[in-house]
């Protein structure tokens, strides 16, 4: 099994990235599919999920209507479009499917 996120990045404030995550090895559209991440200091924590066939989706409080996660089943890839970003957003941000972790892409929001 490989979970492999790909994106992160240096933005400012008010800007914008999307997050990719590519998957194989494992029956991809089985699965729900979850972003997480962990800033320095604090426990990792869920960002955004979404179910096997993309037709839920659940956010934290803290990035409802600014993040936007999706789904490609025949491509075998998850995305996290993230806009407004703020500072308090830096942390590494994984990739998750059922116990399967991605080592995670760097994502700093910094002027």
């Known amino acids: 099994v490989q979970v492999v996120e790909s994106g992160g990045g240096l933005v400012q404030p008010g800007g914008s990235l999307r997050l990719s995550c590519a998957a194989s090895?494992?029956?991809?559209?089985?699965?729900?599919m979850s972003w997480y991440r962990q800033a320095p200091g604090k426990e990792r924590e869920l960002v955004a999920d979404?179910?096997?066939?993309?037709?839920?989706?659940n956010y934290a409080d803290s990035v409802k209507g600014r993040f936007t996660i999706s789904r490609d089943n025949v491509k075998n890839m998850v995305s996290l479009q993230m806009n407004s970003l703020k500072p308090e957003d830096t942390a590494v941000y994984y990739c998750?499917?059922?116990?399967?972790w991605g080592q995670g892409t760097q994502v700093t929001v910094s002027s």
């Open positions: 090895g494992f029956t991809f559209w089985n699965y729900d």
């Open positions: 979404i179910t096997s066939a993309g037709g839920n989706t």
């Open positions: 998750k499917a059922y116990r399967w």
